[in-house]
């Protein structure tokens, strides 16, 4: 199969020339890429099974109906469709042997990629809110994070992160591409997507640095004031066990933003570099398996609320069996 497989572009118009991209994928020799398969299918399966157990905990268990859980719920949701945009069409290609994208399944990939990531953006800063008022604001915590609240920080998590997918989506949709066409990665995304672009994409690129400052840096510095004021508070407990159990229920979180917004950044604000490499396809990995993947992980372990709500689905389905 040719690697520049083109369409005509009619005259006169500036519509783009590739009919499809070539996904290379991160491995290229056949033994190898057997391993990859079973490697991301115990991932992919891992990760659905960890977060639609959390979900479920946090639905049937009525210990878990409070704010912090239902953020969790909502995450791991996230997480199940984060995943699933990337992880089984690469898994279909590696069966296949077929390595093609089309142009419009790639654009639909990078905006549902976009869209849950960035809801996920949003939803880790309510949840940082979250534990501010649970923390700092005790008193007034049940009428500021009511369920209508609640509700409107998810509902508005969502408009944002739309607004910034189709915001990157329709730029994406101006440029031209008239080949090559091979993206040296397993999914579709704007750091390769600009790569092979034969239309200058500065315009994309600072529309990427601005959106992504309001997208990132804005929810990031909302997490570091409130976690700044909850230090500040757990350090006034006087009881040890007190000040364990507070930073307890914010380890968990702070680690899963550490995560998400390091390897987010890595990925986004570097595209000054000529040539995207190896590490690219790393923190790719990151983005769409190893965090899904850890999220469920991290809270169930660190967790002593899920982990005996999750004891308790399964032995209740045993007593039943």
């Given at each position: 199969?040719?690697?520049?497989?083109?369409?005509?572009?009619?005259?006169?118009?500036?519509?783009?020339?590739?009919?499809e991209?070539?996904?290379?994928?991160?491995?290229?020799?056949?033994?190898v890429?057997?391993?990859?398969?079973?490697?991301?299918?115990?991932?992919?399966?891992?990760?659905?099974?960890?977060?639609?157990?959390?979900?479920?905990?946090?639905?049937?268990?009525?210990?878990?109906?409070?704010?912090?859980?239902?953020?969790?719920?909502?995450?791991?949701?996230?997480?199940?469709?984060?995943?699933?945009?990337?992880?089984?069409?690469?898994?279909?290609?590696?069966?296949?042997?077929k390595?093609?994208?089309?142009?419009?399944?790639?654009?639909?990939?990078?905006?549902?990629?976009h869209?849950?990531?960035?809801?996920?953006?949003?939803?880790?800063?309510?949840?940082?809110y979250?534990?501010?008022?649970?923390?700092?604001?005790?008193?007034?915590?049940?009428?500021?994070?009511?369920?209508?609240?609640?509700?409107?920080?998810?509902?508005?998590?969502?408009?944002?992160?739309?607004?910034?997918?189709?915001?990157?989506?329709?730029?994406?949709?101006?440029?031209?591409?008239?080949?090559?066409?091979?993206?040296?990665?397993?999914?579709?995304?704007?750091?390769?997507?600009?790569?092979?672009?034969?239309?200058?994409?500065?315009?994309?690129?600072?529309?990427?640095?601005?959106?992504?400052?309001?997208?990132?840096?804005?929810?990031?510095?909302?997490?570091?004031?409130?976690?700044?004021?909850?230090?500040?508070?757990?350090?006034?407990?006087?009881?040890a066990?007190?000040?364990?159990?507070?930073?307890?229920?914010c380890?968990?979180?702070?680690?899963?933003v550490?995560?998400?917004?390091?390897?987010?950044?890595?990925?986004?604000?570097?595209?000054?570099?000529?040539?995207?490499?190896?590490?690219?396809k790393?923190?790719?990995?990151?983005?769409?398996?190893?965090?899904?993947?850890?999220?469920?992980?991290?809270y169930?372990?660190?967790?002593?609320?899920?982990?005996?709500?999750?004891?308790?689905?399964?032995?209740?389905?045993?007593?039943?069996?």
């Amino acid at each position: 199969m040719s690697l520049q497989k083109l369409m005509e572009p009619e005259a006169g118009t500036n519509r783009t020339a590739v009919a499809e991209f070539i996904l290379l994928g991160l491995v290229q020799t056949e033994q190898v890429q057997s391993v990859v398969f079973v490697l991301f299918l115990f991932a992919y399966l891992v990760t659905i099974g960890g977060n639609l157990s959390i979900l479920a905990a946090v639905l049937v268990e009525p210990k878990l109906h409070t704010p912090m859980y239902f953020f969790l719920g909502n995450l791991s949701a996230l997480d199940v469709g984060c995943i699933t945009v990337t992880v089984p069409s690469m898994l279909g290609r590696l069966l296949s042997h077929k390595r093609t994208i089309s142009y419009d399944a790639c654009l639909s990939q990078l905006f549902f990629f976009h869209l849950l990531a960035g809801t996920d953006c949003f939803l880790l800063t309510a949840m940082a809110y979250d534990r501010f008022l649970a923390i700092c604001r005790p008193l007034t915590y049940s009428t500021r994070m009511s369920q209508t609240v609640q509700r409107m920080l998810v509902a508005v998590s969502w408009v944002c992160a739309f607004s910034n997918a189709l915001t990157h989506t329709v730029a994406m949709s101006t440029l031209n591409f008239c080949g090559p066409n091979v993206i040296h990665h397993f999914y579709c995304d704007l750091p390769q997507l600009f790569q092979l672009s034969c239309s200058s994409t500065q315009l994309n690129e600072l529309l990427l640095f601005a959106v992504g400052f309001l997208m990132a840096g804005t929810p990031m510095a909302l997490i570091v004031i409130s976690y700044i004021h909850v230090a500040a508070a757990v350090l006034r407990i006087r009881s040890a066990e007190g000040r364990k159990k507070a930073f307890s229920t914010c380890g968990s979180h702070l680690t899963v933003v550490a995560i998400f917004y390091g390897s987010g950044i890595f990925n986004y604000m570097r595209l000054g570099s000529t040539k995207l490499s190896d590490k690219d396809k790393a923190v790719g990995i990151f983005n769409t398996v190893i965090n899904p993947m850890l999220n469920p992980i991290i809270y169930s372990l660190r967790n002593p609320d899920v982990q005996s709500a999750l004891w308790r689905m399964l032995v209740g389905r045993r007593a039943l069996a």
